[in-house]
């Protein structure tokens, strides 16, 4: 079966700097992606990878490793407004995409 | 990106009662919509592809004939949930998928939360 994993929640104090994971097993790949999802609202675009690497978007990066079947989203210099849900979502080989359930990430003063 | 709106924002009915609910791609010809239901805490789950024109592809355990989808146009797509229930009760979200570089980003209506009593 398809299968994507992340923590279920996270704590990091603003300021810092927080890297969450994503590990996933799907039938083929094409790309990852990574959106923000703030309580009781749609869910936003942040990053897709589909090489591996590091891509870099301001306090945002998105890393992929796709024969370890592993991303992760670092957020640098965090705001309060950052407190969110961030979800990973994998396109599979039938261009569908597969959703994990999400990290929320709280952030304290 | 696309712009997506959704209508209305938030609904409570009784038991028993049918409910629309309507997603407008307002600058981008949508031929393929998705309808998405998220209960708390949890992923977002895809219920249907909803393609202009033609019949909507629902996803393994999500009944047809409770959710009815209709794509009649390149930029409106409705589902209707009919006879709710309060099992019903989720927040259904809308997308609509886009060419933006190399791969096809989906762009999130701002999601319907329906509250069955």
């Known amino acids: 079966g398809q299968n994507i994993d992340q923590p279920t929640e996270m704590t990091a104090t603003e300021g810092a700097i927080v890297q969450i994971n994503c590990t996933y097993q799907t039938s083929g790949f094409n790309g990852l992606f990574w959106y923000q999802q703030h309580a009781g609202e749609a869910p936003t675009f942040l990053s897709y990878?589909?090489l591996d690497g590091l891509e870099e978007k301001g306090r945002f990066s998105s890393f992929l490793s796709r024969s370890k079947g592993y991303s992760y989203l670092l957020l640098k210099e965090l705001q309060m407004k950052d407190s969110a849900s961030y979800l990973c979502?994998?396109?599979?080989?039938?261009?569908?995409?597969?959703w994990g359930a999400g990290t929320k990430l709280i952030i304290k003063p | 990106g696309a712009v997506v709106s959704q209508h209305p924002s938030w609904v409570i009915c009784k038991s028993g009662t049918s409910v629309k609910i309507e997603c407008r791609s307002l600058?981008?010809?949508?031929?393929?919509m998705f309808w998405y239901r998220q209960f708390p805490k949890q992923s977002l789950m895809l219920m249907a592809t909803?393609?202009?024109?033609?019949?909507?592809?629902?996803e393994q355990g999500v009944e047809k004939d409770k959710f009815l989808i209709n794509h009649a146009s390149l930029t409106l797509s409705t589902l209707t949930v009919t006879s709710a229930h309060p099992e019903d009760s989720s927040f259904y979200i809308c997308?609509?998928?886009?060419?933006?570089?190399?791969?096809?980003?989906?762009?999130f209506g701002p999601g319907t939360r329906l509250t069955v009593l």
């Open positions: 997308s609509v998928s886009q060419i933006a570089k190399s791969y096809n980003e989906q762009f």
């Open positions: 600058d981008f010809q949508a031929t393929t």
């Open positions: 909803s393609n202009e024109g033609s019949k909507a592809t629902y």
């Open positions: 979502a994998v396109l599979d080989s039938n261009y569908q995409l597969i």
């Open positions: 990878n589909v």
